[in-house]
């Protein structure tokens, strides 16, 4: 079951701030965050594990909130390069522990 | 240079033949596996292997076969392809045999059955 991610397309200024929320109906051991750029391959960002640790990197961050099943990744001073398509994914505790399972990717658009 | 390279990037073909698109990985990773993305659905994964000749099913593997015969290479397999499985699809490798550490994804095959 794919996990849900909201909004589904964002258009920022650059600047701005915006957040991307991954939810999932199973318990997770793991959240793994990746960016696609159009017709290229998907790029990792960070991979947060049960724990409901909160990772970061430049002005890309994360949080895993293992008791929601849901996690949160926060983009902040938007750049021009911050466009494209982010995808969560995730792994489960139990029942096939070893796959992962994307969202439908939420779209973000960073203009000047 | 560390990557994935698969191949063909572009196929057209005929419903019911027979194709194998390849994978192959230079970092010596364990884990391997292979999606489809379409429009709308994200990334689907089909099939996945956590070592030599250990392979499992994804959330959508009918219609297709997978190998781990090399470490470093993972060919899927579509042995009578048919319209809907037209997509995109990508190989990605990992360190070590649990989803703990980076995947790092091929360029993309894009498929066209027609």
């Known amino acids: 079951q794919q996990p849900v991610q909201s909004p589904q397309a964002v258009i920022l200024r650059e600047g701005e701030d915006a957040v991307i929320n991954c939810s999932s109906s199973k318990a997770l051991y793991s959240v793994h965050w990746y960016r696609q750029k159009h017709g290229e391959a998907p790029i990792f960002l960070m991979i947060l594990l049960k724990g409901g640790e909160q990772k970061g990197h430049d002005k890309i961050s994360a949080s895993f909130n293992e008791k929601k099943q849901q996690s949160s990744l926060y983009l902040t001073a938007s750049q021009l390069s911050y466009s494209g398509t982010y995808f969560c994914?995730?792994?489960?505790?139990?029942?096939?522990?070893?796959?992962?399972?994307f969202g439908t990717g939420t779209q973000l658009k960073v203009e000047l | 240079e560390a990557q994935v390279t698969q191949n063909p990037r572009y196929l057209i073909t005929v419903t019911g033949k027979k194709l194998t698109v390849t994978c192959s990985q230079n970092m010596n990773h364990e884990y391997m596996s292979w999606y489809r993305q379409d429009p709308g659905l994200g990334l689907r994964q089909i099939y996945y292997?956590?070592?030599?000749?250990?392979?499992d099913k994804g959330d959508v593997p009918e219609g297709y076969k997978v190998s781990r015969k090399e470490k470093r290479n993972f060919p899927l397999i579509l042995e009578s392809p048919s319209p809907n499985q037209t997509s995109l699809y990508f190989c990605?490798?990992?360190?070590?045999?649990?989803?703990?550490?980076?995947?790092?994804f091929g360029q993309g095959t894009r498929l066209t059955v027609v």
């Open positions: 990605a490798s990992s360190f070590g045999m649990r989803l703990n550490t980076e995947a790092f």
């Open positions: 994914g995730t792994r489960g505790v139990t029942g096939g522990g070893n796959k992962l399972t």
């Open positions: 292997s956590m070592n030599v000749e250990v392979t």
